[in-house]
């Protein structure tokens, strides 16, 4: 069982930056490859980004590219999620999942966080 709980959602300003915590809890907890989703209003759930176990192979989608950044520390059990140069469109509710597969898909996600809020506005 693994336990995620998203943290650092807030409001900035478009070209700004927000760290988005996941902090994880359970003994198998680096067995797990952790993934960022986000649902803005109206829309699915997107895939955004994943890391693996070892923390050392990432996957982004191409929006992001370059923008954001993901990293794991499996003493501290956390992943993080750096997004620079933020724009209105990723503006949506952020969420960490953790899968032992290798997958973008949400519904072969194990655990999931409540989300959080990330608002950026022009």
């Known amino acids: 069982q693994v336990q995620l709980v998203e943290s650092g959602g807030g409001l900035v300003q478009a070209g700004g930056s927000l760290r988005l915590s996941c902090a994880a809890s359970g003994r198998t907890y680096s067995s797990y490859r952790i993934g960022w989703f986000r649902q803005a209003p109206g829309k699915e759930r997107e895939f955004v980004a994943r890391i693996n176990q070892s923390g050392d192979s990432t996957y982004y989608i191409d929006s992001v590219k370059g923008r954001f950044t993901i990293s794991r520390d499996n003493a501290k059990n956390t992943v993080s999620l750096q997004m620079n140069s933020l724009k209105p469109e990723d503006t949506a509710v952020y969420y960490c999942?953790?899968?032992?597969?290798?997958?973008?898909?949400?519904?072969?996600?194990?655990?999931w966080g409540q989300g959080t809020q990330v608002t950026v506005f022009s």
């Open positions: 999942a953790a899968t032992k597969r290798q997958t973008i898909f949400a519904g072969n996600y194990d655990y």
